[in-house]
């Protein structure tokens, strides 16, 4: 079975504080692609990483960073110092083999950031 | 760079109507496909396409029909709109199926009644 669990349904941070988003994943697979989406109050699905099961170096872009570790099927997501334009509902999805390379999203994490 | 085209953003139907949700993309994608998003469940599949002439089910495709007759075009018809398809319907499209990232249209905000 494919499929990505997002535990937190709603985060809430004051900003400059740190978070962690956690994103866990089941797959049969052996090559397979992990993603994280943002979608702002606006609505949009704004891309943010992709990373594949054989690259597990932690990725870092800004304030945003990825951790992915293939032993606890978990792909995480922070972001430091976090900002109000943080806040969003936060995506994780896992490509899926078994339905023509479609994504299989979790069912998101929404971060609250306040000042 | 217009990327991919949903119209309309907003439509109200009754229960019954039938109608069509447009999408198009001008990045000749091979692949394409159709999410709908509703509170708590994330997105889900509703058909995709791998390429003109070849579509397939997903998750939850009851109720619905897609056709690709053109690599820039997949619409979605709701054949008999019932309230359960009140939702929020993205279409998404990918250069190839290798990667797998989506480009998704802004979405369609579908409301029945």
């Known amino acids: 079975a494919q499929k990505v669990t997002q535990a937190q349904t709603e985060i809430s941070v004051v900003e400059k504080e740190d978070v962690t988003l956690d994103c866990v994943y089941e797959?049969?697979?052996?090559?397979?692609?992990l993603f994280w989406y943002k979608q702002p109050p606006s609505g949009e699905l704004v891309f943010l990483i992709r990373?594949?099961?054989?690259?597990?170096q932690n990725e870092i872009s800004g304030r945003y960073s990825w951790n992915f570790q293939k032993s606890t099927s978990s792909f995480n997501f922070t972001i430091t110092a976090s900002q109000v334009v943080d806040s969003a509902v936060y995506f994780c999805?896992?490509?899926?083999?078994?339905?023509?390379?479609?994504?299989?999203f979790g069912k998101g994490t929404s971060l609250l950031v306040t000042p | 760079n217009a990327g991919v085209t949903q119209t309309p953003k907003f439509q109200v139907l009754k229960t019954g109507q039938s109608m069509t949700l447009q999408c198009a993309q001008d990045?000749?994608?091979?692949?394409m496909s159709w999410y709908r998003q509703d509170p708590g469940m994330g997105l889900r599949l509703i058909h995709y396409?791998?390429?003109?002439?070849?579509?397939d089910q997903g998750e939850v495709p009851n109720g619905y029909n897609v056709s690709r007759s053109t690599t820039e075009d997949f619409p979605l018809r709701l054949l008999s709109a019932a309230p359960s398809q009140t939702s929020v319907y993205f279409c998404?499209?990918?250069?190839?199926?290798?990667?797998?990232?989506?480009?998704f249209g802004e979405g369609s905000r579908l409301t029945v009644l």
């Open positions: 990373r594949n099961s054989f690259d597990e």
């Open positions: 396409s791998v390429g003109a002439g070849i579509t």
């Open positions: 990045m000749n994608h091979e692949y």
């Open positions: 797959t049969r697979d052996t090559t397979y692609y």
């Open positions: 998404a499209s990918s250069p190839n199926r290798g990667t797998g990232e989506l480009f």
């Open positions: 999805a896992l490509r899926n083999s078994n339905s023509g390379y479609a994504l299989n």
